[in-house]
């Protein structure tokens, strides 16, 4: 079973700034993607950003230039930098985490909201 330490969310202002933070723990071999999907009422939850063991990264085609997503291998610790926050930006932001792509997670933490209003 896999842990989650999630923390950063809140409620900022439009053109605010907020960093998300995901510890994972537990029985997990070694992770290849980490990252994290939001969810906002009545939409389906999406990939906001993923990255690679080795670097690599996804971002959704709505955050790319506003969003900065980094993880420490060894404390199996992702980050999300979110800068230039827009209201749409509100949602729930899960924290995931897969053995192989970001496109299938498989296991998530239990979630942060994040609100943008002002």
């Known amino acids: 079973q896999v842990q989650f330490v999630e923390s950063g969310g809140g409620l900022v202002q439009p053109g605010g700034s907020l960093r998300l933070s995901c510890a994972a723990s537990?029985?997990?071999?070694?992770?290849?993607?980490m990252g994290w999907y939001r969810q906002a009422p009545g939409k389906q939850r999406d990939l906001v950003a993923g990255?690679?063991?080795?670097?690599?990264?996804n971002y959704a085609d709505s955050v790319k230039g506003r969003f900065t997503i980094s993880r420490d291998n060894d404390k199996n610790t992702v980050y999300l930098q979110m800068n230039s926050l827009k209201p749409e930006d509100t949602a729930v932001y899960y924290c995931?985490?897969?053995?192989?792509?970001?496109?299938?997670?498989?296991?998530w933490g239990q979630g942060t909201q994040v609100t943008v209003s002002s």
């Open positions: 995931t985490i897969s053995r192989t792509s970001i496109f299938l997670p498989q296991a």
């Open positions: 990255i690679t063991r080795a670097g690599n990264t």
């Open positions: 537990g029985s997990i071999s070694i992770i290849n993607a």
